[in-house]
Nanobody, 123 residues
Framework: QVQLVESGGGLVQPGGSLRLSCAAS????????MGWYRQAPGKERELAAT???????NYADSVQGRFTLSRDNAKNTVYLQMNSLKPEDTAVYYC?????????????????WGQGTQVTVSS
């Protein structure tokens, strides 16, 4: 079983910055993709940014140029630097990861979600 623990959410004024972190732990053999999704009140969960094991990133158009996703493979951790935040960025942000868990020949694919962290952008 693989667990994701998120941190770094909070309240920030428009134009401000926040940095989210997500650390994976547990019975990890390898992690492929990691990323962040977000869900605003009354809306569907949507992709914010993802990153492959090799470091290739993908951003939603709405955050391109303002958010930067990075990854420390040695620590199984991703970081989402959010700059120039807008009120429409207000949402619960969920970390996601997929890969293989287990040992030796007993490997199984996993896809895990974090518990979510609230980001509120308001004056």
């Amino acid at each position: 079983q693989v667990q994701l623990v998120e941190s770094g959410g909070g309240l920030v004024q428009p134009g401000g910055s926040l940095r989210l972190s997500c650390a994976a732990s547990g019975n990890i053999f390898s992690i492929n993709g990691m990323g962040w999704y977000r869900q605003a009140p009354g809306k569907e969960r949507e992709l914010a940014a993802t990153i492959t094991k090799g470091g290739t990133t993908n951003y939603a158009d709405s955050v391109q140029g303002r958010f930067t996703l990075s990854r420390d493979n040695a620590k199984n951790t991703v970081y989402l630097q959010m700059n120039s935040l807008k009120p429409e960025d207000t949402a619960v942000y969920y970390c996601n990861a997929d890969g293989l868990s287990g040992y030796g020949y007993d490997l199984r694919p996993f896809r895990s979600w974090g518990q979510g962290t609230q980001v509120t952008v308001s004056s």
